[in-house]
């Protein structure tokens, strides 16, 4: 777990720790000034906002040299338990590496310049979250599906599907419903899973883990050749394992907004939009290496419906006590029920998004 620190109080954390980044700093002032400073110091380090839920926070540190003076941006999470820090710093790592090859193409995460137990510090982000940016919404999802398809790669590897055929038997199992409810369920869920299994065989590959709309950072770059950087960050859940369906990681991004678009929609007419550009994104992104979605999903059947359903229904098991957030038991039961129907819709369709 991360810690939401007090800005008075990560600024004194951060100046116990920065010797350890100075050389960051150097290449700063380089940038700037087109030489290497022989002296800098510090003048003041200000906490300028948290990045979305993640827990990151934006810091500007304000330098004094013998060139001059000069602004420095870093990013700062602070965790919780000693040694945690090192295992996210390997998975921003592997990102970095997954990542590299389309920095050029405008997808990237932000690197680590220091790190202990339980700091890490990585450059400085630019931008705002997929939520708070004011891109339009189709280019929004079109650069999400383009830094996904970056980090999942080309690679055709074999999908463990028994993953998600025990993630469901489990969770209707658990799901707080009456007993002729789960049977509905298993009967619509066993008429999918096999034409999902069936088409995801060569669709594996690594797992971002928590794939969700406050873990892209859009920057837009002005200048001669404008562009719309995306920053994929926070990688705390990646698993570099390729059993996983790529669908896993996309219908983790959209579980939450299905759910909120079908309380407007029954038809869920923008969704359906929003996830078109997505796949567009995504797709594009497989086309720079000669490779499209047909390579990972046979009889070009795309099983979104099924891991849809399976996300949302998952997520019936984590609101069952959230009484606070949705007005009582009886409100729990209206969301449970909302979910439930939504679930049933997803599986009757079976060709979403089309």
């Not at 096999?194 to 873990?215: I, K, R, W």
């Not at 929003?274 to 720079?288: D, P, T, V």
Request: with cysteine; glycine share 6%.
């Amino acid at each position: 777990m991360s810690q939401d620190f007090h800005p008075q109080r990560l600024e004194k954390v951060l100046i116990s720790l920065i010797e350890g980044f100075s050389d960051y700093f150097v290449s700063s002032l380089e940038k700037s000034f087109k030489q290497t400073p022989t002296k800098i110091d510090v003048k003041k380090i200000t906490v300028e906002r948290k990045l979305g839920t993640t827990g990151i926070h934006i810091v500007k540190v304000l330098l004094d040299s013998d060139l001059g003076s000069d602004e420095a941006s870093i990013a700062v999470k602070i965790y919780d338990e000693n040694e945690q820090a090192l295992d996210v710093v390997k998975r921003i790592n592997i990102l970095e590496r997954r990542l590299s090859e389309y920095s050029q193409l405008g997808v990237s995460t932000a690197a680590v310049v220091f790190f202990s137990s339980s700091v890490v510090i990585m450059e400085g982000i630019k931008g705002e979250v997929f939520r708070e940016s004011k891109i339009p919404k189709p280019q929004k999802y079109r650069f999400a599906g383009r830094s996904l398809a970056a980090f999942h790669g080309t690679k055709t590897d074999r999908c463990w599907f028994d993953k998600y055929k025990l993630l469901l038997t489990r969770t209707i199992e658990n799901i707080p419903i009456p007993l002729e409810v789960k049977h509905i369920l298993k009967e619509l869920f066993n008429n999918v899973a096999p034409l999902a299994e069936l088409a995801s065989q060569q669709s594996g590959t690594v797992s971002f883990g928590d794939f969700h709309p406050g873990n892209l950072i859009f920057n837009v770059r002005i200048g001669r050749n404008p562009m719309i950087h995306t920053n994929l960050i926070d990688p705390e859940y990646l698993d570099t394992s390729t059993e996983h369906d790529r669908l896993e990681d996309i219908c983790n991004f959209f579980a939450v907004e299905a759910v909120d678009q079908y309380r407007q929609d029954k038809k869920l007419t923008n969704f359906r939009m929003n996830m078109n550009s997505f796949f567009s994104g995504y797709s594009e992104f497989l086309a720079h290496k000669q490779s499209s979605l047909d390579n990972f999903y046979t009889g070009k059947y795309i099983p979104v419906n099924f891991h849809l359903a399976l996300m949302i229904l998952m997520s019936i098991l984590n609101i069952q006590n959230m009484t606070d957030i949705f007005g009582g038991e009886a409100g729990v039961r209206r969301e449970m029920n909302l979910r439930l129907e939504l679930i049933q819709k997803l599986l009757e369709w079976n060709s979403f998004p089309n």
